[in-house]
């Protein structure tokens, strides 16, 4: 048997999904492409049950907010992994920052559980069907999403440090 | 070759100019007896045997342990005993970033310290946050509990801690022996929302 490569991978997915999967790239050796949001589920799950591909771990989910990218501001990351053939894929859907809805990946993968919250926690990504989206990681009175890249890293509520120690502002500017 | 240029005529180390005796308070002596007041002998005693609490979260930990061990022995200060409960304890000793989630969890310990306790933030990260300046992090755990000594570094050198647990012996034995009945105290208390 042919070892998996890249090459097969994408060539089963295109035989799937045609042209509803774009922006096919390769850094670093690593298959990527994007995915329309409404087809997440249905993209993993055949990455999950195809013979030849048995993406069976995932490596990770995480987002990525983009704020210049207009009603698809947010994007939601999915990294796989084959561990047969030590092939790893990744792929990304595109989602709206008002209204981030993602179909969850629990079903699938049980690993998604706590990265699906600990993307809500700091993206607010509404997962669809998540059993117990709640807060994993930061406070729970926050009432925002951190990682966001409108908010500024820093607390705003602090009056009695000197901005010009931490590079923001004051005369050395 | 780097020359060695230390330590090659050894001094002779003078007993006397190693000890340090307790100055002793004021008060009446005669013969075979010393007459002073209780509070004084109480804070003599309170001040010389401070047992504190290691709340430490990173790298000011490891200079705590620096200070507690052989080389700087915290013991010289009637400190060796550490103790992990804080119902025994006197002095909380804050070493280390303090995220917002773990704020409620100090709290808690310092609740459950009975008095009179004292509080000692140790380094940058505990007494104001330090470089994180970021969402997640407590900018200083003065927010949510009262701070008898700030110890500044990023880290503190053992030096410096030690000098913060002379400063507590200070406040220690200077302080009124009752100050949790104070007025002051309470309202200061009353101010962080602790009974």
Redesign the interface.
């Known amino acids: 048997m042919m070892a998996l490569n890249n090459e097969i991978v994408k060539q089963k997915l295109v035989e799937k999904f045609g042209e509803q999967l774009t922006n096919w790239e390769e850094p670093y050796n690593f298959l990527t492409f994007v995915a329309p949001k409404d087809l997440n589920l249905k993209v993993l799950q055949f990455l999950y049950d195809d013979e030849t591909l048995k993406f069976r771990f995932l490596t990770d989910l995480c987002a990525v907010h983009y704020p210049d990218r207009k009603g698809e501001e947010v994007a939601v990351v999915y990294h796989l992994h084959n561990l047969e053939n030590n092939i790893r894929v990744r792929f990304k859907v595109y989602t709206d920052a008002e209204k981030t809805e993602v179909y969850t990946a629990t079903a699938l993968y049980e690993a998604a559980n706590w990265m699906e919250r600990e993307t809500y926690d700091f993206f607010g990504v509404n997962f669809i069907g998540h059993p117990n989206l709640k807060r994993i ?3 729970d009175e ?1 009432d925002y999403f ?1 990682l966001r890249k409108q ?1 500024p ?3 705003q509520t ?1 009056v ?2 000197d901005d010009e120690m ?1 590079g923001r502002g004051g005369s050395i500017l | 070759m780097r020359p060695v240029k230390y330590n090659i005529h050894p001094k002779e180390a003078k007993l006397a100019d190693s000890l340090i005796v307790s100055e002793m308070p004021d008060g009446y002596t005669g013969e075979g007896f010393f007459a002073t007041k209780l509070s004084d002998v109480v804070g003599l005693a309170r001040k010389n045997s401070i047992w504190p609490m290691p709340f430490a979260t990173s790298c000011c930990g490891i200079e705590f342990m620096a200070t507690m061990a052989s080389h700087y022995d915290l013991a010289r200060f009637g400190s060796e005993r550490v103790g992990f409960s804080p119902r025994q304890c006197d002095l909380l000793m804050v070493m280390g970033t303090i995220a917002k989630k773990m704020g409620p969890v100090l709290r808690q310990v310092y609740i459950q310290m009975a008095e009179p306790r004292w509080v000692m933030a140790v380094g940058a990260c505990a007494s104001t946050g330090g470089i994180f300046d970021t969402y997640s992090v407590l900018q200083g755990i003065d927010q949510i509990i009262p701070v008898d000594v700030y110890v500044p570094g990023c880290a503190p050198r053992p030096e410096a801690i030690l000098d913060g647990v002379m400063r507590i012996q200070d406040i220690v034995q200077n302080e009124s022996i009752r100050r949790r009945n104070t007025d002051h105290y309470k309202a200061l208390l009353n101010s962080y929302g602790i009974e």
């Open positions: 990681l930061n406070v926050m951190p908010y890293l820093e607390d602090r009695d440090k931490f």
